[in-house]
């Protein structure tokens, strides 16, 4: 293969890593947020057993999101007053992503959560 040609593949191999910096993940909630009437109505099968989460994705690394969230910056409401911390055993496996593959994770990983049995709010 000539100069050329590897060099063209190369940057074509650069560029679609590049796109691929969005993430999914999931913040451990406090078991209060089960009150909250819209999370007690979006996962009628919940298990007590199992937390309670969010779901989000972002095109930043999911610890400074999640620090974003804790101070009130582009925060939902739910993660600014009762999130925990990051399980990124649950969504480590999946990232980074294109952004339009992390828009249909998010809505599929919270649904996969939810039909485990956790409590989810987020993931839309």
């Given amino acids: 293969m000539n100069v050329f040609a590897e060099t063209r593949r190369n940057n074509r191999r650069q560029a679609r890593q590049s796109n691929f910096h969005h993430h999914v993940y999931v913040v451990l909630l406090r078991a209060e947020v089960a009150n909250l009437r819209k999370v007690h109505l979006e996962n009628p099968a919940r ?19 999640l620090a974003n969230h804790l101070q009130g910056k582009q925060s939902a409401r739910v993660v600014r007053e009762f999130g925990i911390r990051l399980l990124p055993e649950l969504y480590e496996h999946l990232n980074p992503m294109p952004y339009e593959a992390a828009v249909v994770m998010e809505k599929e ?10 409590t989810v709010t987020g993931g839309h």
């Fill in 47 to 65: 298990h007590p057993d199992k937390p309670c989460v969010y779901v989000g994705m972002t095109g930043l690394a999911p610890q400074e999101r």
């Fill in 109 to 118: 990983l919270a649904e996969d959560l939810r039909q485990q049995g956790y």
